[in-house]
């Protein structure tokens, strides 16, 4: 099963590389991370989908909140706002160019780059739309791709709050660590 | 006040009360020595490696209950304190280490002496931090002791490049609060729900037993433990890391639990109804096969460390906080019992299977450590190596007080122990520190010996020669047919010999009738001493749980 956690970070050099360690050494999976400073320019946002079970989530959060570089750690629910983003290079001729701007089309992506015999598409998404377009167009030759991992947001008026956690100093003991 | 940040980082460490320094100079650290040359107040203990010098500041970090510290250079002075990081690490020692680093404008150039050494130990520290502006350099020495003592003690790391070392900066000196306020500041975070129900399943409990971690000696709970051992009337086990946390000669103590545990200890955790664990983190040394483990127990799991809870063993009630702070309210609301006869059933296991041992030689290793307990009256500091040294000096010593048994337990450094002992010595002059050791281990940090040497620490050196890796052909003469792969070592070092070279007297030890004298004379030396003692190499740890059997399926 896949869990989306948000991880609010310090924006310091070599905390990704800090979070990311973690998963490796302490044998944990990561479907997909992608992070990025916040509105508040000294957090970063990391989104990870970890796969396991409710053991290895549990796991996660509790290694995670070691890390004296993590803010805060929160469980993204399944039916919050989740985007991925790919870029895909596919092979379209002019016999093919429009069956596959039908398919894209369908799928409400978007050509970004036309040349003679290839375009790009771009899509956004949820990871199973995205699959989706990707096994359809592998019929058409798909050169190239890159993808995103994802990224999401809890719906309504539910949102992750920091502002009452103190993080410039820090103090003795009140950190269980 | 205007200082350079070598000259700041000496003055950090008078604000948190450091006396003591284990280090090595080196090409990076130069600033930092020239400012420690005038700084009479902390004593510099040179070592002969940076090892040593990272297991001398562990040692004395788990002697005294301070936080030890060390200066290196960078490079190779950074990467050799890797194992003794880890060390510290796996055992929850409070260290800070600083390491000297190559100028800013060279990192990542492949410069000379350059690694990438907050990398390399981002595993194994509770933190750690490269410093790239000089002003943040007093606030960040302030936070790494902090970080180091605090919660779940740990090794946090200090990288200095060379240019902050000579950047003048504005230093205002800070009062520091060194004693931890763990107690008051977390009381707010306790789980009170799951407090309540611990306290009613100890209540409900007809056969429950105690066990101790090495969170009761961090947490100085020792005193509070004994209460309320005797207040419900349990029995007690000890991890390696537990030893000292109750006292070795109190009736309900019933030793190690675990793969080199005692029958009665491990026949109780397969036996009662309910596993009180304080501080500790059912280690797969005291679990070995988790599906057979304390089949009928239901297991409360208290520890400062949340991540703890659960990890391991699949455990009924967790209660996260302070190990002394749960005892202070256990204490007041648990309902005292009466001994029964899960208490008679104990004590029949006891005289049934006690831990004993045959000799196959003259001189028996068990009998050395019995002895030692004798004729220091229990109030010696022992280190060790790792191995059989080690689980016999666990076994046969009965520790009394926190703080009096220091070994690397999670990690299990061979060498650890010649380091240690040089830190515990520097800590506590009051107490007699022994460090018991194998000759395989002694003779991978041995060269500390010039240290001991050096600076006349008055430490004795109980070198248990089987002329072999003792635990690995234990498990060979076991487990793999008796094919004794590589761990033979042979007559190669004559340990006599080699003590005189670093100026320590010598003792050599082959037979039982010699122990007395010999340990008795050495105790009364206010000097460096070793003492060989020439065992025999089929003698073995027993019992022994074989791996993927069950705690009370043992062998002896």
């Not at chain 2, 545990?261 to 797969?284: E, H, K, P, Q, V």
């Not at chain 2, 006599?496 to 105790?523: P, R, T």
Request: net charge negative; proline share 4%.
């Amino acid at each position: 099963m896949k869990h989306l956690l948000a991880v609010l970070v310090e924006n310091h050099p070599g905390v990704l590389s800090k979070v990311s360690g973690l998963f490796s050494r302490r044998g944990f999976n990561i479907h997909s991370l992608a992070v990025c400073v916040t509105e508040d320019p000294s957090i970063s946002r990391i989104t990870i989908v970890v796969e396991g079970d409710e053991y290895v989530v549990e796991q996660v959060t509790k290694q995670l909140n070691k890390l004296i570089d993590v803010i805060k750690v929160s469980k993204i629910s399944q039916d919050s706002v989740t985007r991925e983003l790919a870029l895909i290079k596919v092979r379209a001729d002019s016999q093919t160019r429009h069956e596959i701007i039908e398919i894209i089309n369908i799928f409400r992506a978007q050509i970004v780059d036309v040349a003679k015999d290839h375009l790009i598409v771009e899509i956004t998404g949820d990871s199973e739309k995205i699959t989706a377009l990707v096994d359809m167009l592998r019929d058409y030759d798909i050169k190239e791709m890159v993808r995103t991992g994802a990224i999401a947001l809890d719906r309504g008026s539910k949102m992750i709050r920091y502002e009452d956690i103190d993080r410039g100093g820090y103090q003795n003991g009140c950190n269980v660590l | 006040m205007k200082l350079t940040g070598a000259q700041v980082l000496v003055e950090c460490l008078r604000e948190q009360g450091v006396d003591t320094i284990f280090g090595y100079p080196g090409g990076a650290v130069l600033s930092i020595y020239d400012a420690l040359y005038d700084a009479d107040d902390i004593r510099h203990i040179l070592t002969a490696h940076e090892q040593g010098a990272t297991h001398a500041a562990d040692g004395y970090a788990r002697a005294t209950g301070k936080v030890g510290v060390v200066i290196v250079t960078s490079g190779p002075g950074a990467t050799n304190t890797v194992t003794g990081i880890a060390t510290a690490y796996m055992d929850s020692v409070p260290i800070v280490v600083f390491t000297g680093q190559v100028a800013n404008s060279l990192i990542g150039k492949d410069s000379f002496q350059e690694v990438d050494i907050t990398g390399i130990t981002n595993p194994i520290t509770k933190h750690n931090y490269i410093v790239k502006d000089a002003e943040q350099l007093p606030h960040i020495i302030r936070q790494a002791f902090s970080i180091a003592r605090s919660g779940r003690p740990g090794p946090v790391l200090v990288d200095i490049p060379k240019d902050i070392q000579t950047t003048i900066i504005d230093y205002t000196p800070k009062k520091i609060e060194t004693k931890e306020s763990n107690s008051s500041n977390q009381l707010e975070q306790v789980d009170f729900d799951n407090i309540k129900k611990a306290i009613d399943a100890i209540n409900d409990s007809q056969r429950p037993v105690i066990y101790a971690g090495g969170g009761v000696n961090i947490a100085g709970a020792n005193d509070k433990l004994v209460e309320f051992a005797e207040k419900i009337k349990a029995p007690v086990s000890c991890s390696l890391m537990g030893m000292g946390a109750f006292p070795g000669d109190h009736p309900y103590y019933m030793g190690m639990v675990g793969m080199h545990g005692t029958r009665y200890s491990n026949y109780a955790f397969s036996n009662c109804d309910l596993i009180i664990a304080m501080g500790a983190r059912f280690s797969d040394r005291v679990v070995s096969n988790v599906e057979k483990f304390a089949p009928k127990a239901k297991i409360i799991h208290v520890d400062i460390d949340p991540a703890e809870l659960g990890k391991n063993v699949m455990t009924h009630i967790q209660v996260c906080g302070d190990v002394g702070q749960i005892l202070d309210i256990f204490n007041r609301h648990v309902q005292e019992k009466q001994e029964s006869s899960w208490n008679k059933q104990i004590e029949e296991w006891k005289k049934a299977y006690p831990l004993k041992y045959k000799c196959n030689g003259n001189l028996s290793p068990q009998y050395i450590i019995e002895k030692l307990y004798e004729l220091t009256e229990g109030q010696a500091i022992l280190t060790t190596e790792v191995g059989q040294n080690q689980m016999w000096a666990a076994q046969f010593y009965k520790f009394s007080q926190p703080r009096t048994f220091i070994s690397s337990g999670g990690l299990g450094t061979m060498g650890y122990g010649l380091g240690a002992s040089i830190g515990a010595a520097l800590g506590r002059p009051d107490k007699k520190v022994i460090n018991v050791a194998g000759d395989g281990s002694f003779r991978m940090n041995s060269t500390e010996l010039a240290t001991v040497s050096r600076y006349q620490i008055p430490i004795i050196q109980l070198v248990l020669n089987n002329s072999s890796l003792g635990m690995v052909r234990q498990w060979q003469d076991l487990f793999y047919n008796k094919r004794y792969s590589h761990s033979q070592l042979g007559q190669g070092v004559d340990f006599i010999k080699l003590a005189e070279a670093y100026g320590i007297k010598a003792f050599k030890l082959d037979h039982n009738d010699q122990v007395e004298s010999v340990l008795s004379q050495a105790l009364e030396l206010k000097e460096p001493v070793l003492i060989e003692c020439v065992i025999h190499p089929d003698d073995k740890v027993y019992p022994i749980v074989p791996p993927g059997a069950g705690i009370d399926e043992l062998i002896d």
